[in-house]
């Protein structure tokens, strides 16, 4: 199974995400909302940041 591309990382409407737009997301019972730093999308660069599950969205909090 293929890893989708940066630019195929999408939203619930449909809109794509990229790096540096404002999202808003549900994490343990609550709703976070940041800056994206960051899309991981492959094996290596997976294992490199620690996250179990591509694609990932990587936020970066004010």
């Known amino acids: 199974m293929s890893t989708p591309s940066n630019s195929q990382v999408t939203d ?4 794509q995400i990229h790096e540096g737009d404002r ?3 549900k994490a343990q019972g609550g709703w976070r909302e940041g800056d994206v730093g960051e899309i991981v999308t492959s094996a290596e660069h ?5 996250v ?3 694609p990932k969205v990587l936020l970066t909090d004010q």
Not at 46 to 50: A, C, L, N, S
């Open 12 to 15: 619930r409407s449909g809109q």
């Open 23 to 25: 999202v808003t997301m």
């Open 46 to 50: 997976q294992t490199e940041k620690g």
């Open 52 to 54: 179990k599950n591509t």
